[in-house]
């Protein structure tokens, strides 16, 4: 096995290497040269195109079919887009790898999936006009230069919406680049435009000449952080300059008499010239280091290096990381670098291995986090392999040491050696996977349909499957030519019992495909009705979803589907929905009587022939009336009740509504002025029961017994009232009289509780005497309530009740503690304490 240095190179003081990571990628038949390509960041998919403005051999029809081809890193054809939509002047990727389409009228299509599903939209602004003549775009957004110098800018691909920036001059632009907003000063987007001998910087107020002079600048990239630009001049040097365009920071003179086809960055340190078969690397103070090709080479930037694409290879180049230059830098004495020769003597079975431990011991556990990191950097299986050897070797000769790092980095190395596998295509750097994180990259693997793979590598992170799964399902419903029903089978089959699987989601696939009957099987298995609703709403399924809201119980769910109900039924249709659903019908009533909505009551009340609901609502609207709309409303509930027998008792109470109404207008003529001054209001719209308190409490006794004679009022009845009346007004005269009485038809018990209550104990005694169908403590207690301890110890005297008559003695005091203690001495004299 290679060194791991036989592909460094020095540029300036640090090392740059160049992995090899597949061959024989593309077929010799795809000229590379003639195809606008574009790679997705982290090691992602690349998009080829053909360039329409280059000539190219004639191979036939079917071979000059215009197409979006998408390809893994690996040279496997992913996806092949047919395109007919027009010249295509603008091809990139997002960060969460979506591929960017920009069109020379301005159209954008977003494919969202690697597959040909996509979201349009038109940048505007006159770009149909002038046309699009390129597009430079970063993580988040694009900008697109117009033919008529103008640029729009898109920030979101989620919620595209073009903006205009500010003017730049009319002159021809040589070239030109950007600065994400997340690395620009003014956190916009600036655009850098080479136009005669100098750059403008454009963002979205103004455009600003930096006053340079050696242009015409061919070439202009921004390194990765922001912070610095390159430049091509037109005799052939590169300029490294600070983002602000105050620095000159490094020269590099090319000596090439063509201009490169592509410059980039690769890192934050280097920059690389590409012409048709050959890459310069330049680095700080103009060093530089050449590599040179069989064939055409294409750069595609990463976040830490560079991809190389030919026919025949595809390397990654990128500055040495510092863990592994560390290790493997010849001559290195780091404690990384011994530890890793003494796992290798270790191996050999010589004592040196221990003799190396010994020479670390300090810095063990420095050596062993080192070897770790160096382990993850490596592309090399053999190499991963003896590093993650030597920190096993040298975390067991330490006495306490933490192996979180060493069992996490051995299973991001399982994971990522399965993804760089020619098969996926995915040659993830360990800096990149860290980046991506391992949820978007088994994203990334469902949206390439690589299922199983995604399935074990969440199984082995412990990451949720349940949008594999979705994924999966989604997929199958879109492009099975199975019957609807078969689909459905395999689906459940499949996906029955896995925590977290959403069939919603599934059935709007399927719904969305046109394949309603699939959507509506695969519907019934989603348990969260919250979810199935909506969906079944959409789908103009309103019966259905109007059950599945009544099985769940949720009012909030049920008035959704009701409302939704109510716009899209003819009325009667919605009332016959109704009818089998008692528990939406009753929260329909009960929101419709909150709200006031007596026409929806009544238009549910006739469908459901509730008679007595709907005279009950007649008369409410009765007592809001008067005069004629009164009458009219009374009659209505009246007839209403016509046909029930069962409501013939309220049919007689409404039609007796007109009399009591004419007599408390009688009322209210004959007391005028004295009603609402005594008792606070009219008798007008009270209740039979309340005219005849009004009455009491105004000292119409006669009155209120000849009213209650009229309409016939029961005599316990009246008697209620009376006393609630006589109490209500102190009428304390009247109360005496009553007790004057024989007998009361409610008895006396009453009488004595409310006046007691109203504070006169005097009144209160009167009543006593006449309470019957009590003993002797209850009676007792009656008169000590009243404050009347001596007549309560002649009751318990008299009762013969020696022990209550003795309880007795703490309530008194003179007179009636004297009276105590002479009726205890007669029981005492009779024998019976």
């Not at 191979?59 to 047919?82: F, T």
């Not at 308190?693 to 004679?709: E, N, P, T």
């Not at 102190?730 to 007691?756: M, N, Q, Y």
């Not at 007795?808 to 304490?833: F, S």
Request: aromatic letters at 8%; charged letters at 25%.
């Amino acid at each position: 096995m290679s060194k791991p240095t036989a592909n460094w190179a020095k540029v300036g003081d640090r090392f740059y290497r160049r992995v090899q990571l597949y061959t024989d990628v593309f077929d010799q038949d795809l000229e590379l040269e003639n195809h606008l390509i574009a790679g997705a960041p982290y090691s992602g998919a690349i998009a080829f195109h053909r360039d329409e403005r280059k000539l190219q051999a004639h191979r036939g029809a079917q071979a000059l079919k215009p197409s979006i081809d998408i390809y893994s890193c690996a040279g496997k054809l992913i996806r092949r887009i047919n395109w007919n939509e027009g010249h295509i002047r603008g091809l990139g990727w997002s960060e969460d790898e979506k591929l960017l389409v920009v069109t020379v009228d301005g159209t954008v299509r977003v494919y969202y999936d690697l597959q040909s599903d996509f979201v349009p939209f038109s940048l505007g602004h006159g770009a149909d006009e002038h046309g699009v003549v390129a597009c430079r775009f970063w993580g988040n957004g694009f900008v697109a230069l117009l033919g008529n110098n103008h640029l729009v800018a898109v920030t979101r691909y989620d919620d595209p919406r073009p903006r205009l920036l500010a003017t730049p001059p009319e002159e021809a632009v040589v070239s030109w680049t950007l600065i994400p907003p997340t690395d620009s000063l003014s956190r916009s987007v600036e655009v850098l435009l080479a136009i005669g001998p100098t750059i403008y910087v454009v963002d979205a107020t103004e455009a600003e000449d930096r006053g340079l002079d050696k242009g015409p600048f061919q070439h202009i990239s921004v390194s990765p952080n922001g912070r610095f630009v390159a430049l091509y001049t037109g005799d052939g040097k590169v300029w490294v300059v600070s983002s602000d365009f105050q620095n000159r920071l490094s020269e590099y003179d090319s000596k090439a008499r063509t201009v490169p086809k592509d410059m980039q960055w690769c890192g934050n340190d280097c920059v690389a010239l590409a012409w048709e078969d050959e890459v310069h690397l330049v680095g700080p103070k103009g060093s530089a280091a050449k590599y040179y090709y069989d064939g055409w080479v294409h750069l595609i930037p990463d976040c830490d290096g560079i991809r190389l694409i030919t026919n025949e290879v595809c390397e990654f180049l990128q500055r040495v990381p510092d863990a592994t230059e560390e290790v493997f830098r010849l001559g290195s004495t780091s404690p990384a670098a011994v530890l890793l020769d003494a796992v290798d003597q270790l191996e050999k079975k010589s004592p040196k291995a221990d003799d190396d431990i010994q020479l670390i011991r300090q810095s063990l556990d420095e050596a062993v986090s080192t070897c770790v990191v160096a382990a993850g950097h490596e592309y090399s299986i053999h190499w991963q392999k003896q590093l993650l050897k030597a920190a096993s070797f040298g975390k067991s000769v330490l006495d306490l040491y933490n192996s979180d790092d060493f069992v996490d980095m051995c299973e991001t190395l399982r994971v990522l050696n399965a993804v760089r596998f020619y098969a996926l295509g995915l040659p993830l750097s360990y800096d990149q996977y860290l980046r991506l994180t391992p949820e978007r990259l088994i994203t990334r693997l469902i949206h390439r349909h690589e299922y199983a793979h995604a399935l074990r590598i969440a199984s082995f992170l412990r990451l949720p499957q349940s949008p594999i799964h979705t994924h999966w399902a989604q997929q199958k419903v879109r492009h099975s030519p199975e019957p609807d029903d078969g689909v459905a089978r395999l689906i459940v089959a499949k996906l029955a019992g896995k925590p977290g699987i959403s069939f919603e989601a599934i059935a709007r696939a399927a719904f969305a495909e046109g394949r309603a009957p699939l959507a509506t099987a695969l519907l019934d298995h989603e348990p969260r009705p919250g979810r199935q609703v909506p969906l079944l709403l959409s789908m103009n399924e309103p019966v259905r979803a109007l059950d599945k809201a009544a099985q769940s119980s949720d009012p909030d769910l049920i008035f959704h589907v009701l409302a939704s109900l109510r716009r899209s039924l003819p009325l009667a249709g919605f009332f016959r929905a109704l009818a089998p659903r008692p528990a939406a019908a009753a929260l329909l009533e009960a929101s419709a009587r909150a709200a006031g909505d007596r026409d929806l009551l009544k238009d549910l009340y006739y469908q459901d022939d509730r008679r007595a609901d709907s005279a009950s609502l007649l008369l409410d609207e009765a007592l809001d009336g008067t005069g004629v709309v009164r009458a009219d409303k009374l009659a209505s509930a009246s007839r209403v009740l016509a046909d029930a027998k069962e409501a013939a008792f309220t049919r007689s109470t409404i039609d007796e509504i007109p009399k009591l109404l004419k007599a408390q207008q009688a009322l209210d003529r004959e007391f005028g002025s004295d009603a609402p001054e005594a008792t606070g209001g009219r008798f007008a719209g009270l209740s039979a029961y309340d005219t005849v308190l009004k009455l009491v409490r105004l000292g119409a006794w006669k009155k209120a017994q000849r009213f209650s004679a009229d309409f016939r009022i029961p005599e316990r009845a009246l008697w209620w009232v009376r006393l609630r009346g006589l109490v209500s007004r102190r009428d304390w005269t009247e109360l005496e009289e009553c007790a004057r009485l024989k007998k009361s038809p409610i008895g006396w018990a009453p009488f004595f509780d409310a006046v007691l209550a109203a504070g006169n104990a005097r009144v209160a005694a009167l009543f006593v005497p006449k309470v019957e169908r009590v003993g002797v403590s209850e009676r007792v207690d009656m008169w000590v309530r009243c404050g009347m301890v001596g007549r309560a110890a002649e009751e318990a005297a008299r009762g013969k009740e020696g022990e209550l008559l003795k309880s007795l003695r703490g309530k008194a005091t003179g007179r009636d503690l004297a009276e105590v203690e002479r009726l205890i001495g007669v029981l005492e004299r009779g024998g019976r304490v």
